[in-house]
């Protein structure tokens, strides 16, 4: 009980995270998402942008399944995407702004990750109960 509680804080800290995130990389300009030591954008504002969709996404898949009780092998799923969005944000971030600002990113994919962990069984259910293979 007391893990899953924990669970739940993570999975809506993480939601609450990415869709700030994602929500800004879809309505921020281009010069508002520009890095603020001068130095260019090193991605295009198209891939930003779907980055930004996906975190948006990924964070409905944080915490709808398990709230409707349906599909929940999706929550493992999104948190497994969004982990390896913020490890491509921590190979960007650190020749843009420096290992300082690389520990946002970090800290998120340890929690992804927890996350992946402590909901593996609603994977592993979804997968037995699974109809097999034509």
């Avoid at 992946?116 to 037995?128: P, Q, S, T």
Wanted: hydrophobic residues 55%; positive net charge; contains cysteine.
């Amino acid at each position: 009980m007391f893990r899953n509680r924990i669970l739940w804080t993570i999975q809506v800290l993480l939601a609450g995270l990415y869709l700030f995130a994602g929500g800004f990389k879809l309505v921020a300009s281009a010069a508002a998402m520009q890095p603020p030591n001068g130095q260019p954008q090193p991605l295009p504002i198209w891939f930003l942008r779907m980055i930004g969709g996906f975190e948006c996404l990924g964070a409905l898949g944080l915490i709808l399944p398990g709230l409707v009780g349906i599909h929940r092998h999706l929550t493992p799923t999104a948190a497994a995407g969004l982990a390896l969005i913020m490890l491509g944000a921590i190979g960007t971030t650190i020749p843009t702004l420096g290992f300082g600002a690389a520990l946002l990113p970090l800290t998120a994919c340890v929690l992804d990750i927890a996350v992946i962990y402590g909901r593996r069984k609603w994977l592993l259910r979804a997968n037995r109960t699974a109809p097999p293979p034509a």
